[in-house]
Nanobody
Framework: QVQLVESGGGLVQVGGSLSLSCTAS?????MGWFRQAPGKERELVAL???????NYADVVKGRFTISRGNAGNTVYLQMNSLIPEDTAVYYC????????????WGQGTQVTVSS
């Protein structure tokens, strides 16, 4: 029953920046971002707990910043120094902090980085 809604995707030039937002219908322990390019596996971009502990994929470290809102139901992704390899559908992910552990997914938002 938990719904996640992403926003902020779009077209940006190489070296540019883009910000993604995701809002869940209830508080979640873990929230983060995954992405999937055509013909590629879905991959982790970044994760954050409600306490602010973060984890990044190596390919985005130093360029992307994940953050959580104080209410516990939002997650943001600031993407800087974008490169064409960042082009993908970005999916917001959320995980409950109590049993049963359940993952929820947003509908995805397209990010396209053009040369």
């Amino acid at each position: 029953q938990v719904q996640l809604v992403e926003s902020g995707g779009g077209l940006v030039q190489v070296g540019g920046s883009l910000s993604l937002s995701c809002t869940a219908s209830e508080r979640l322990f873990g929230m983060g971002w995954f992405r999937q390019a055509p013909g590629k596996e879905r991959e982790l971009v970044a994760l954050a707990t409600s306490g602010g502990v973060t984890n990044y994929a190596d390919v985005v470290k130093g360029r992307f910043t994940i953050s959580r809102g104080n209410a516990g139901n939002t997650v943001y992704l600031q993407m800087n120094s974008l490169i064409p390899e960042d082009t993908a559908v970005y999916y917001c992910n959320g995980r409950t902090g109590t049993w049963p552990i359940v993952d929820y997914w947003g509908q995805g938002t397209q990010v396209t980085v053009s040369s």
